[in-house]
Structures are given as C-alpha cells and as structure tokens.
C-alpha cells in the first residue's frame, strides 16, 4: 500500500472514499462490493488496491479520521467554563460536522464487528466524560455513580449529533442553540 503524500495520491485516496461514502448512502456496506467502489470511483482495480487492502480497510480509515477529529473537539469541550464559550465551541462543532453530514449519514449506518461508528463515538464521549469527572472530584461533590452519568452524557450527545445530521439542512446553528437552551430549561423541570 501507498503511503506516499503526492497530491496524486491525495487526491485518488479522496475520490476513492467519496466514492465510498455515495455508493453507502444508497446501499448497505455488505452489499458493497470492490468493483461497485472502482465502478463510482472511475479506478481500476489495481489502484484500489494500492492504497486499501479491502472495503473494511478502507472503512476503518474513514472511522478512524473521524474519530480522531472528534476526540479533539471533545478534548476542547471539557476546558471551556462558561456558557458563552460553550455556544462558540458548539458552533463550531455544528459547522465542521455540517461539512461532513454525507460521511456521518453514511457511516453511522454501518456496525460490522470490527469498526462501527456509533459505538466509538459514545466510548469517546464516556471516557472523556469520565476523565472529567475525575479532574473535577464530581464524585466528593454528588452522589451520582460516574458510569450513569457518563452513559447518560454520552447518549445525549451522541443522539444530539445523529439528529443534527439527519435534520441538517431544516436547522441552523442558531436553532440548534435555541433547542439546547430550551432542552436545559425543560430537563431541569422534568427531573
């Protein structure tokens, strides 16, 4: 496999995966075959197969890049300390996951044993969330077992940001501050 940088190889990785992407949001992964990615992709066979051993490989690579730009952006999440700064981040957020709302749609479909968004997105959100509890000594302050808060949190936001997909294009960040506004003020009385 190719692990050279030349914007040729750049740019066929790219085409290959959005290739990828299209041909999940219209088919199920295991029925995606080789030729159905080469076919979309205007590729022969051989130049898939320099750079990806398989249609797996190539899915975990596009699972890892995402994860790996989610942990940075939850990474970021945990250091903020006022609401103000948090709607700067959120938006921000908002505005990345927008650019990507193809790749999330498609990839958030697929759980095969070895790769599977969804779940790494929330082990993410638990273990970052865990490391912040920790951080902040939540446990001497309420008596709340870390695990279930952790879960819950990690649902929320993970249920936050599958709606947000697949409702993208009827919202505006804007909107989407308004609903986390209101969700405060309706779960505060709800619980």
Known sequence: MANNTDLR??????NIKTSFINLLLI????????QNIIDEALIGRSTFYDHYCDKYDLLKQLVDELITDFKLYIKGRFNIKSHDDFMIFFLSMIDFYSKQRNKLLAL??????????????????KDACSSYFDSMQINTKFS???????????S???TSIQWFVENNEDYTP?????????????SSELL
């Open 9 to 14: 190889v750049l740019k066929t990785r790219e």
């Open 108 to 125: 958030l479909k697929v759980h095969t044993e070895s790769v599977d968004l969804y779940n790494s997105i929330i082990n993410v959100l």
């Open 174 to 186: 804007q909107d989407f501050t308004e609903l986390f506004s209101t969700l405060k003020i309706l």
């Open 144 to 154: 709340i077992p870390k695990e279930f808060f952790c879960r819950i949190y990690a």
């Open 27 to 34: 088919k199920d992964f295991k029925d995606i075959t080789i």
């Open 156 to 158: 929320i936001v993970m």
